[in-house]
């Protein structure tokens, strides 16, 4: 190319839609090309938190190994909170997030799985496209808040760790 803007045949594409150099607005270059996604095990982790108990208190209370500590250097998306309860009480699942690791639990997500006899026994959310819900070091835990000590409560949460 040579200093007064003009280009010789090897620096130019032709064939735009009207016969010139590509470049005018209605111009289009067709590019194939084929990708293939590979995920990788160190990429990220499906998370997958659950627990069946007996309701023995009517006090909110942890449900026993449903606690999830987001690994230093990651992030977690919350894809589904779920729960089934097999006796018609009221009965509240609780989501709670601690910050960092100290300080007191917030609750994120509150599900009534029970209010009145005819009630359905199980609830979810689910948030096809995840919802960004902790860092490195935060603490995500289920509480249960009973209305009878009586029945069987099963609880989760599932989420991707990347």
Do not use: C
């Amino acid at each position: 190319m040579s200093g007064g803007g003009s280009t010789d045949n090897a620096e130019r594409i032709e064939g735009g839609s009207d016969g010139s150099i590509i470049g005018n607005v209605g111009d289009r270059l067709k590019v194939t090309s084929d990708a293939v996604i590979v995920v990788s095990a160190n990429t990220f982790a499906t998370i997958f938190k659950r627990n069946e108990i007996t309701v023995a208190t009517k006090t909110e209370s942890d449900l026993s190994g449903v606690t999830y500590t987001v690994p230093s250097g990651k992030n977690f998306v919350l894809t589904t909170v779920n729960a089934n309860y097999d006796t018609q009480s009221p009965l509240y699942i609780r989501l709670k997030k601690q910050t960092g690791g100290a300080g007191s639990f917030v609750t994120e997500i509150r599900l009534t799985v029970k209010q009145h006899g005819q009630d359905a026994s199980s609830t979810s959310m689910t948030f096809p496209y995840g919802i960004y819900l902790a860092t490195a070091g935060d603490v995500l835990k289920i509480t249960y808040e009973s209305a009878l000590a009586k029945g069987t409560l099963w609880a989760a949460f599932t989420g991707v760790e990347y």
